[in-house]
């Protein structure tokens, strides 16, 4: 898939009456999330994007609010620690959700797409971005099992 190829666009409805279109984007996956300790339903989305800071297209997190007059961004597709191949949310315990994603083998201080091996992490909200920090082994384990799955 490009920048330039197939592109989703999401819509909001109330009672049947369109309320809002978002911009097309390169939507590989969308998820309910509740991130935070507030408990708010936020949108997670999986969308292609160039970035200048790897100079490709690939899979980059993004995190919504929705409102009245469509969504909010909160976290537009900025890098976790390694390059992304794929990622999704998984609902831990009292109900918060963290980040599993699945990386490539290389590092974005020497790339190497063609880098062989996965590593697997989980990323909780901090209400800015998503941070690796106080992660435990049990939350790690059921990211690569939920990866494995797909």
């Known amino acids: 898939m490009t920048e330039e190829g197939l592109k989703t666009v999401l819509e909001g409805r109330r009672d049947g009456r369109l309320q809002w279109r978002s911009p097309p984007s390169g939507l590989l996956r969308v998820s309910p999330a509740r991130f935070g300790d507030d408990g708010e339903e936020l949108l997670f989305a999986l969308e292609m994007h160039y970035s200048d800071l790897d100079g490709e297209i690939a899979p980059r997190p993004y995190v919504y609010r929705v409102a009245e007059g469509g969504l909010l961004p909160l976290w537009r597709g900025s890098a976790l620690a390694w390059p992304l191949l794929d990622a999704d949310v998984i609902l831990g315990e009292g109900g918060r959700c ?42 790690e384990s059921e990211c690569e099992k939920r990866l494995d799955e797909k």
């Open 98 to 139: 963290f980040l599993c994603a699945l990386h490539r083998g290389d590092s974005f201080l020497v790339p190497d797409p063609e880098a062989r091996g996965t590593r697997t992490a989980a990323y909780v909200w901090n209400g800015f971005g998503f941070s690796g920090d106080g992660i435990d082994n049990i939350m």
